[in-house]
Each structure stands twice: as structure tokens, then as C-alpha cells.
């Protein structure tokens, strides 16, 4: 079971889809915002949710930031209440995980700097699967039981090793679903660091060791496909 507290900011269609399922697989989390009219929708569907300013740094650090604060979703629909608070968090705590969504392509960069661990673009891919694209083992265990936790369909993080065959191939290459019942999301470049690169974006990317596949399947095709690329 994961230690620490799990905040999510923000109350909307995805945060209400995340906390469902988190509360479903016994999870303790808060939900913040910091507009009061969205309590009779929190309530109607079963969540607490806690009205608070959260652009001051002492509410944040009641929460529990620096503290015993694991992990912070930042899931507004304006991308500059993400980057804020992205940005005023992470100067509260340097090590904190902190999952950023943005709607812009510009808003990206932002993050960036401000600090965020992963972030996620809703229109880049599906709802229920984009919370998963997280290399950090802690948040995959939690989004794992999450969003898969009944059927044999799994999202895997796959690192390209140094004897594999698919070092130095293009991303192109190894695209897996002629051969695979599998669906290949994209990867992470270990040398742009934790930047996720989509499959849809079209870059024929040359993959090296330490590269990071993400990948979507049934286990025993995945766990085929890696013996088969010695991965």
C-alpha cells in the first residue's frame, strides 16, 4: 500500500474519474478547489471536498506539502492554475511526485520549468489510460490498481536494454501490432529526460538504452514480445 497522502486539485470530469477509482481500490485521498459552488456536485456523488485558497503557500503546507504529502495531481482546466500550483509546490517540496495535466501545447514548457514530475495531455490520449504514462513505480502502483485492476489488460513500461535488438533501431521498427496484440503509446527518451514522446506525434525516433517503451496489452503478449526483443 502506498504511504502518504494523495491531493487532487482541481474538481472536474477527470479528477471525479480518478477519485472513483482510487476510492474503489481503498485509497485515501482530498479533493481542492477553491470554488465553493462545486460542493453540492461533491457531495451528490459521495467525495469530501475541501474549499481552500490554494495559491497561498501556509494552505498548502497544512495539507501536508514537505510533509507527508506523496503525491499531487494538478487537474484544473486552465492551464495557468497548473502551472501556479505546480510551481508553488514544488518550492515547498523538492521531491514531492507532481502529475500536471495541461490543454495547450504551449503550456507544456511551463510546466516544465515550474517543476512538474510527468505531464499529461488529455487530447493526446484517452481518459482512462493517460494517467498511467508515468515511469515513477510508486504512481504506477497506484494508477495500476486503478484503471486495469480487473481485466488481463495492462499498460507496462518496457526499458530499452543494451543487448536488445531493438537498440539503435527506429521507433518505426518495433512498432508491434502486426506481429503482437499489443498497442505500442509511445516511449520515453532517456535524453530528453521525462519527456514523453506519442506514437501519434510521428517521429521516427532512434531508440538507445535506457529508452522507456510504453506499451498496452495482454500480459502474456507483452511478456512475449519482450523475450522475443531479449527486453
Known amino acids: ?33 477553491n470554488d465553493a459552488s462545486l460542493l453540492p456536485k461533491a457531495k451528490k456523488l459521495g467525495f469530501d471536498l475541501v474549499i481552500a485558497d490554494y495559491s497561498d503557500d501556509e494552505t498548502l ?25 505546480t510551481l508553488s509546490i514544488r518550492a ?16 507544456i514548457h511551463k510546466l516544465q520549468i515550474a517543476g512538474a514530475s510527468t505531464i499529461l495531455d488529455p487530447y493526446q490520449i484517452c481518459g482512462k489510460r493517460i494517467y498511467k504514462l508515468i515511469t515513477q513505480p510508486e504512481i504506477m502502483q497506484v494508477i495500476d490498481a486503478t484503471i486495469f485492476g480487473e481485466a488481463d489488460i495492462n499498460m507496462e513500461q518496457i526499458t530499452i536494454t543494451e543487448h ?15 506481429n503482437y496484440n499489443m498497442l505500442l503509446i509511445g516511449l520515453h527518451d532517456k535524453e530528453l529526460q521525462k519527456e514523453f514522446i506519442f506514437i501519434t506525434e510521428g517521429h521516427n525516433h532512434k531508440l538507445d538504452q535506457g529508452d522507456i517503451l510504453v506499451v498496452i496489452g495482454k500480459s502474456a503478449e507483452i511478456e512475449r514480445f519482450k523475450m522475443d526483443f531479449s527486453l
Request: glycine share 8%; with cysteine.
Open 1 to 33: 500500500m502506498i504511504e502518504g497522502k494523495i491531493l487532487l486539485f482541481g474538481f472536474n470530469r477527470s479528477a471525479i474519474e480518478i477519485g472513483a477509482r482510487l476510492k474503489e481500490q481503498g485509497f485515501a485521498f482530498t479533493y481542492i478547489d
Open 61 to 85: 503546507l497544512s495539507f501536508g506539502i514537505g510533509e507527508d504529502v506523496t503525491f499531487v495531481f494538478t487537474l484544473f482546466e486552465e492551464d495557468v492554475h497548473n502551472v501556479f500550483l
Open 92 to 107: 515547498l517540496d523538492p521531491h514531492v511526485d507532481i502529475v500536471a495535466t495541461t490543454h495547450t501545447k504551449d503550456a
Open 164 to 178: 536488445s535488438a531493438l537498440n539503435g533501431t527506429l521507433l518505426s521498427e518495433c512498432y508491434p501490432t502486426q
